[in-house]
């Protein structure tokens, strides 16, 4: 049996969490921003992976060196510290996953990779989600990854694992393994261990619910939805069957969501993640997938139903929602080092972004805030005409013999010899038939001239990958709206949690101890 050490994990007063199972009242007196407007509605945008060049690529390819992006254009930035801590301890491990990166921006906890909603020591935490749907707000989840993904199933669930997605229970997704290879033992919590499908369908803690992974729900999930007094769109399968089958689940439609007007909606367009926009454009017209909507139309549609909803509570209520909306395939598209998608995706976000500021701009109490879980594969920009380490025939020598540790002035120039077996050209030019090619991707910009294609060497965004993985760069943060300002610093992602908190209910969180 594990002991907490006797050293107290100290969280910043703004960072805590309540204990589990602990209402929020609602709120009587609400935050209110500079001017002292009232903030009564709160919507957190995350591009999962997305790195501060990520933003910068995204600018160049779409609006040139001198544009901007809709995230940029908000008026206050920061930045934010992603990293997690280590099991059973307070370690800090410097790269995170995107399960304990959510865990601490929903509970305002640090805690193990791959655990959601739960803090290093196993402990469940309650999430923001949570509180705001106990003190009468409308809440709402949307993603473009399926939607028990780590993202979007931090707000509203709680698992040792973040594999434990379902349809069904294993030891393998759902238990951690100790050091000698055996699996942990069950814990006295059995929602820790409740397939994530099986928590949504049940708790309520999302009145919108909106993404893919149709595949992890089964029929006794859909009437239990039902039940609660949520319009499914689409199946998840023949209830007269003990399991769902493909042939059996009908994914929604982007026509379905744009149909509903219900204050409790789930709507689960593909089987698995959404499809990625750029595969999506070059499909027939009548292929299924076409009927996806894009995140833009999904944060829109959520924002009028979150809105509908509010207007419909009577007195003594929140007269506010609280949104949480992830452009999950930016990190799946930096993962496979796929940089035309991943641009697409950040273009897809960033539309997203524009919804939630335009409505934001003319409600006038709504908070929006912009950020990443953590950056994803070391994009780079690099100068145009230069190649990476990978391709040269040769690593760069050291040229200064007076400390060994310098390589800062590498023999190899700018244009010095490549290795014709791993650089064939741009991989997504002349080189794309070669599986070893180490070259850049390149991209026309609207500075380049009408002449130049992608994947040529005039094109002048020229883009790389420094791994397939995560790394522990800090993320970029933006936002707009009443107490705003607060965002704009240097800042650890627990933090962002207490700030949210602060912004819905009008004090600080309470303090973890």
């Not at 930096?334 to 991943?342: E, G």
């Not at 190649?387 to 244009?415: F, I, K, L, M, Y």
Request: aromatic content about 6%; overall charge positive; charged content about 20%.
């Amino acid at each position: 049996m594990r002991r907490r050490p006797a050293k107290v994990l100290t969280v910043l007063a703004v960072t805590g969490t309540l204990a589990a199972g602990t209402a929020v009242a609602a709120h009587s007196a609400p935050q209110r921003g500079t001017g002292g407007t009232e903030i009564r509605n709160v919507i957190y945008l995350v591009g999962d992976g997305m790195g501060r060049t990520h933003v910068t690529a995204g600018r160049d390819r779409f609006y040139g060196a001198g544009g901007k992006l809709a995230m940029e254009r908000l008026p206050y930035t920061g930045a934010v510290a992603t990293y997690a801590v280590e099991k059973d301890s307070d370690k800090p491990a410097l790269v995170t996953d995107s399960a304990s990166s959510a865990t601490a921006w929903a509970s305002g906890v640090k805690t193990y990779n791959a655990a959601i909603g739960v803090d290093s020591y196993e402990k469940r935490v309650v999430t923001m989600m949570e509180q705001a749907k106990a003190a009468g707000f409308a809440t709402g989840n949307v993603s473009t990854a399926e939607i028990t993904d780590a993202s979007p199933a931090a707000q509203f669930s709680h698992v040792l694992l973040r594999g434990c997605q379902g349809p069904v229970y294993s030891d393998a997704a759902c238990l951690p393994k100790k050091d000698d290879g055996s699996y942990e033992t069950k814990p006295k919590d059995k929602t820790l261990i409740t397939p994530i499908a099986q928590q949504i369908a049940r708790n309520g803690t999302a009145d919108v619910i909106l993404g893919g992974g149709l595949a992890r729900f089964q029929p006794d999930d859909q009437k239990a939805l039902k039940a609660q007094g949520y319009d499914v769109l689409g199946s998840f399968g023949d209830p007269k069957l003990a399991t769902q089958t493909a042939a059996s689940q009908r994914v929604a439609t982007g026509s379905d969501l744009e149909k509903t007007r219900a204050k409790k909606v789930i709507g689960l367009f593909n089987r698995g993640n959404l499809t990625v926009e750029q595969a999506k454009k070059g499909l027939g017209a009548g292929a299924p997938e076409k009927k996806e909507p894009t995140l833009a139309e999904m944060t829109s549609k959520s924002i009028s139903l979150l809105t509908d909803a509010r207007r419909g509570q009577g007195k003594g209520k929140s007269k506010g929602f609280f949104l949480q909306v992830e452009g999950a395939q930016i990190d799946k598209r930096s993962h496979a080092n796929d940089a035309a998608q991943t641009l697409g995706e950040i273009k897809a976000f960033d539309d997203a972004v524009k919804a939630a500021h335009d409505f934001a701009k003319k409600d006038g109490h709504t908070l929006v805030v912009v950020t990443a879980d953590h950056e994803c594969a070391g994009f780079n920009i690099i100068e145009k005409g230069s190649h990476v380490n990978a391709e040269a025939a040769a690593p760069p020598a050291n040229t200064d013999s007076g400390n060994t540790a310098n390589n800062s002035t590498p023999s190899r120039s700018a244009s010095g010899a490549k290795d014709p077996a791993r650089s064939s050209g741009m991989v997504n030019g002349s080189g794309s038939g070669d599986a070893k090619n180490f070259g850049p991707a390149t991209f026309r910009t609207p500075d380049d001239a009408k002449s130049v294609k992608d994947g040529s060497a005039d094109a002048s965004l020229w883009l790389t990958y420094l791994s397939g993985n995560h790394t522990g760069a800090d993320v970029p943060i933006y936002a707009y709206g009443p107490g705003a300002g607060t965002f704009a610093a240097s800042q650890n992602n627990t933090e962002l949690y207490g700030k949210m908190y602060r912004s819905l209910f009008g004090k600080a969180a309470p303090g973890r101890r």
